[in-house]
């Protein structure tokens, strides 16, 4: 496995790892495991890159250990925390663990013999307080727990013994993994490095055995701030939460200074690939043709092929770029999702219903005098094409799949009209 490293240092996704890393990867393949909070009900786009870490492993031939935090989430991580965090439920806990193994399942794909998905409230839950101190506390000083980052930027403004001790608890966890499962190596961010080591420590200490560590950077953008939020906060992996349109423009409007680096990062491309890519983006930036592949790549990976086809339909039809007849259904619903939607009667349609009643259901008009200015203005389409007049009635043959009308004010303003059939 001597190719990982070298993998994830050309692409980027290597901050630091521990000494003799190289030589053991060198040795032939190795056990590896992330842990991911389950404190939130969905992974954002920030897990991406110890997610695509486990996957790098994989693919060079390792087995790839994905750690939920059920005990550990009970706890509370104060790593880049400026206060104390709040302690969800134990039920909340395990729901969240159970959305999470089900987005890291999928990710990355079926392989029971090398991939593996866990929840360290397995073995936790369970440890003897006494046994606790005596076989893993006995084995840090309070000096070495207050050198780490985690703490020390903490001290000032206090932390609770629970997060203090919570160095200890994921030490345990790699403990454990090496014992169960032959786990040498330890992977997250940056900001993981503390309590990563700690792990380390208790490895060598408890097993007289050399265990290793592999940190990734932080995704920020060119400017320096953390990727991975909108205007409306974290860029989530579940659908739900982040809808699959919304998660595709994101990475569509991605900057032109980012995208090179987040091909490297966030795609599995290779990277003479991503060097050609660049280069044709760069004759016209303007078509954004390395960010369309981006978002194209990512969000099939997180939400499949087929969902990815309709969000890039819909997107098309927003913007102009596709014959809006030629829509079919899901891309339609993705939209329903998206734009402001007008409810009209089947009945109606099949009757008929005025432009000018139509732009007033679905909010692209205040009055029927602001629809007539319109229509004798140009400014409204309807599916697409320019309305005849303010005496146009819409009709079943207006109907796109049967139960949509796409109607447009501007460049920018869309609605939809839904039936009720």
């Known amino acids: 496995?001597?190719?990982?490293?070298?993998?994830?240092?050309?692409?980027?996704?290597?901050?630091?790892?521990?000494?003799?890393?190289?030589?053991?990867?060198?040795?032939?393949?190795?056990?590896?495991?992330?842990?991911?909070?389950?404190?939130?009900?969905?992974?954002?786009?920030?897990?991406?890159?110890?997610?695509?870490?486990?996957?790098?492993?994989?693919?060079?031939?390792?087995?790839?250990?994905?750690?939920?935090?059920?005990?550990?989430?009970?706890?509370?991580?104060?790593?880049?925390?400026?206060?104390?965090?709040?302690?969800?439920?134990?039920?909340?806990?395990?729901?969240?663990?159970?959305?999470?193994?089900?987005?890291?399942?999928?990710?990355?794909?079926?392989?029971?013999?090398?991939?593996?998905?866990?929840?360290?409230?397995?073995?936790?839950?369970?440890?003897?307080?006494?046994?606790?101190?005596?076989?893993?506390?006995?084995?840090?000083?309070?000096?070495?727990?207050?050198?780490?980052?985690?703490?020390?930027?903490?001290?000032?403004?206090?932390?609770?013994?629970?997060?203090?001790?919570?160095?200890?608890?994921?030490?345990?966890?790699?403990?454990?993994?090496?014992?169960?499962?032959?786990?040498?190596?330890?992977?997250?961010?940056?900001?993981?490095?503390?309590?990563?080591?700690?792990?380390?420590?208790?490895?060598?200490?408890?097993?007289?055995?050399?265990?290793?560590?592999?940190?990734?950077?932080?995704?920020?953008?060119?400017?320096?701030?953390?990727?991975?939020?909108?205007?409306?906060?974290?860029?989530?992996?579940?659908?739900?939460?982040?809808?699959?349109?919304?998660?595709h423009q994101f990475w569509l409007n991605c900057d032109d200074q980012d995208v090179e680096r987040l091909l490297k990062l966030c795609t599995f491309m290779p990277l003479e690939d991503i060097t050609a890519i660049i280069t044709k983006h760069l004759e016209s930036p303007g078509a954004r043709h390395a960010q369309r592949l981006l978002a194209k790549d990512v969000t099939t990976r997180i939400h499949g092929s087929d969902t990815t086809a309709s969000v890039i339909q819909a997107s098309r039809i927003l913007f102009g770029d596709t014959t809006i007849r030629d829509t079919d259904t899901a891309a339609l619903e993705i939209l329903a999702g998206e734009l402001t939607v007008g409810r009209i009667a089947d009945t109606a349609v099949a009757h008929g219903i005025g432009i000018v009643d139509a732009l007033l259901t679905a909010g692209l008009a205040s009055s029927k005098a602001d629809a007539r200015r319109g229509i004798r203005g140009g400014g409204f389409r309807v599916n697409g094409d320019k309305i005849a007049g303010d005496s146009q009635v819409l009709g079943r043959a207006d109907l796109l799949a049967g139960r949509y009308i796409l109607l447009q004010k501007g460049r920018k303003n869309h609605a939809l009209l839904i039936t009720d059939a």
């Open 1 to 247: 496995m001597p190719d990982l490293k070298a993998e994830l240092t050309q692409r980027g996704l290597l901050h630091d790892a521990t000494p003799g890393l190289e030589e053991r990867l060198g040795t032939g393949p190795i056990t590896g495991y992330v842990g991911f909070d389950p404190t939130a009900e969905s992974l954002h786009v920030g897990n991406l890159i110890p997610m695509m870490g486990l996957a790098w492993l994989h693919r060079a031939g390792g087995t790839a250990i994905a750690v939920l935090g059920g005990g550990t989430g009970l706890v509370g991580d104060p790593s880049g925390k400026r206060s104390e965090r709040p302690l969800l439920p134990p039920d909340a806990i395990a729901a969240n663990c159970a959305r999470i193994g089900d987005q890291l399942s999928r990710f990355l794909g079926a392989d029971e013999e090398r991939v593996r998905i866990v929840n360290n409230v397995e073995w936790l839950r369970d440890i003897p307080l006494l046994a606790f101190l005596r076989d893993t506390g006995k084995h840090f000083t309070l000096s070495y727990m207050l050198q780490k980052e985690s703490v020390k930027g903490r001290m000032e403004l206090g932390i609770s013994f629970t997060e203090f001790a919570y160095m200890l608890v994921q030490a345990y966890d790699y403990w454990h993994l090496y014992c169960s499962e032959g786990c040498e190596l330890q992977m997250g961010g940056s900001d993981q490095w503390g309590n990563i080591t700690a792990g380390i420590e208790l490895v060598a200490r408890r097993e007289r055995a050399k265990v290793h560590g592999l940190v990734f950077p932080l995704l920020t953008t060119a400017t320096g701030t953390k990727f991975g939020k909108s205007e409306a906060g974290n860029v989530w992996l579940d659908a739900e939460k982040t809808s699959p349109y919304r998660f």
